[in-house]
């Protein structure tokens, strides 16, 4: 009898250790699951951010040209509204400077308005 009892022992230290061996491969399993995912995951993200990259590299290069367009047509046009200022000075600097001369030599003195109002109010 004991040494059935001792096999039935034996038997079950057996069967514990084969289920604690089979308990850390599937632990390991797990581990090495998660470390495949994680780098699967790093790799998808990476060929991820290249292709937007790649696209935005793409639609700058699209679009720098339009700046560079765009910079000169707004170059033509300054140049247009310059020109146009630079003749409208050249045909009224004349009359401009007259009038500021008339002003300025040409006096009519006469009473301020305020003096005015206060005068006429004395005299009635």
């Known amino acids: ?8 022992i034996q038997t079950l230290l057996e069967a514990e250790k084969e289920a604690a061996k089979t308990v850390q491969q599937a632990r390991q399993y797990r581990v090495q699951r998660l470390k495949d995912a994680r780098s699967e995951a790093s790799k998808e993200i ?5 292709e937007k990259e790649a696209e935005f590299m793409a639609f700058e290069a699209s679009h720098a040209g339009n700046t560079s367009n765009a910079q000169a047509a707004v170059d033509r046009e300054t140049e247009v509204k310059l020109q146009a200022i630079t003749d409208a000075f ?7 400077v007259k009038k500021l001369l008339d002003r300025v030599v040409l006096i009519k003195p006469e009473l301020h308005r305020n003096l005015k109002k206060l005068g006429g109010s004395e005299a009635q």
Do not use: F, I, L, P
Not at 46 to 50: A, M, N, S, W
């Open 1 to 8: 009898m004991a040494a059935q009892h001792s096999q039935g």
């Open 46 to 50: 990476e060929d991820y951010r290249r």
């Open 90 to 96: 050249e045909v009224n600097k004349d009359a401009v």
